[in-house]
């Protein structure tokens, strides 16, 4: 069987956060995490783990897999009070 992990993913995250935050908020949230996991599922190796930390207001989402990593890099991301517009950590490993 094959599962749809960018689907399952965004999902588990949009559940979580619906409660507190608007619709537009949620659905930058769930198309940042699909992005995310659909690029382990074709780069990464082995298992897949999503980690997601409400703050306040800002979510902090990590992606991992098995695989090596890449050399670090800052990148957009999201500050879910206010869309786009803060950084994201890309790690190796």
């Known amino acids: 069987m094959r599962y749809d992990k960018p689907g ?7 559940d979580w956060l619906a409660p507190a935050f608007a ?6 949230a769930r198309l ?3 992005e995310l996991v659909t690029n ?3 780069h990464g190796h ?13 979510l902090r ?6 695989g090596p990593g890449f050399q670090r890099e ?6 879910a009070a206010e869309g786009l517009r803060d950084t994201n950590d890309a790690r190796p490993g």
């Not at 399952?8 to 949009?14: E, Q, S």
């Not at 800052?74 to 500050?79: E, F, L, Q, V, W």
Request: aromatic letters at 0%; glycine letters at 6%.
């Open 8 to 14: 399952m993913a965004r999902r588990l995250l949009a």
């Open 23 to 28: 619709e537009g908020t949620v659905a930058k």
């Open 32 to 34: 940042m995490v699909s």
């Open 40 to 42: 382990a599922v074709r």
């Open 46 to 58: 082995g298992t897949i783990t999503l980690r997601a930390d409400l703050c306040q207001d800002r």
């Open 61 to 66: 989402v990590e992606v991992a897999d098995e």
């Open 74 to 79: 800052a990148r957009t991301g999201i500050d």
